[in-house]
């Protein structure tokens, strides 16, 4: 049996991001990051390790398809490796798959584009198991017209408007590819005879920090009236952030995927 080498893994995770501070590690409390690489410590050896994520969720956004790297001194392989991490790990957090990948792979600077997912629940009473996963919005407006009205995000734009006040960026110029608006019944869990749930599909090169949330609360204070039809093209001329509407809460936001081109 060969000894153990330095390897690099690719992780696919899904997370509720309820109880974590958000997916980078912090000192005012645990993060997911931080809680995956506990797990993987005795996988090492003891040896500390450092997990690179794809992007850094906000606390309380939750993960269908993060994706990390991870660099690591181990002669387990990656069929092992997932097993005894998801045998260690919190429930709320899992790993969905495990590959051994190229050393030059990085799961933030090789991801190509990203997509998310925002979840906004209507009707006249709010679910129980709905209301940790959507936002809840008791007026009722037209979907077809918020995508109308989200059209002008499409493309290459500088979204100064659109992202956190003190952010620390070089450029606030970011690609983005499509935003779809459907909608549907929840999961038959969560239904209720007047609840509807509607989603918002953001696919893009990169995004800002809380970028995709305050598009949302941009969306609704549009749909709802509280800003006016052309409150994108004015945001995104001004590029100001208050020239944009609220920032939505974290709980309704998903990300979805990870691409990475002709990567692994």
Do not use: C
């Not at 696919?12 to 005012?28: E, K, P, S």
């Amino acid at each position: 049996m060969s000894g153990p080498s330095t390897r690099t893994f690719k992780l696919t995770l899904a997370y509720d991001g309820a109880a974590y501070v958000g997916w980078q590690r912090q000192q005012n409390g645990p993060s997911v990051q931080a809680t995956i690489e506990s797990a993987l410590e005795p996988l090492a050896g003891g040896m500390p390790v450092t997990l690179v994520g794809a992007g850094r969720t906000d606390a309380g956004v939750h993960a269908l398809g993060q994706v990390a790297s991870v660099k690591m001194l181990t002669s387990i392989n990656a069929d092992a490796l997932a097993r005894a991490l998801n045998a260690t790990l919190p429930l709320d957090v899992r790993v969905l798959a495990l590959s051994e990948v190229p050393d030059a792979f990085h799961a933030r600077f090789d991801a190509t584009a990203k997509r998310y997912r925002y979840r906004l629940l209507h009707g006249q009473t709010v679910s129980p198991f709905e209301r940790r996963y959507a936002w809840f919005i008791p007026a009722q407006f037209d979907d077809a017209r918020l995508e109308a009205m989200a059209q002008p995000l499409i493309g290459t734009h500088d979204f100064a408007a659109f992202q956190a006040v003190g952010s620390d960026v070089q450029t606030t110029v970011r690609e983005l590819r499509a935003i779809t608006v459907g909608r549907g019944a929840p999961g038959a869990l969560a239904s209720h005879p007047s609840a509807e749930v509607t989603t918002i599909d953001l696919h893009g090169s990169g995004f800002l920090r809380h970028m995709v949330r305050i598009i949302i609360g941009t969306l609704v204070d549009i749909g709802t009236g509280r800003l006016s039809s052309d409150a994108i093209p004015r945001a995104l001329e001004r590029r100001e952030r208050e020239a944009a509407g609220r920032t939505a809460p974290a709980h309704g936001l998903f990300l979805m995927r990870v691409e990475y081109g002709s990567g692994p």
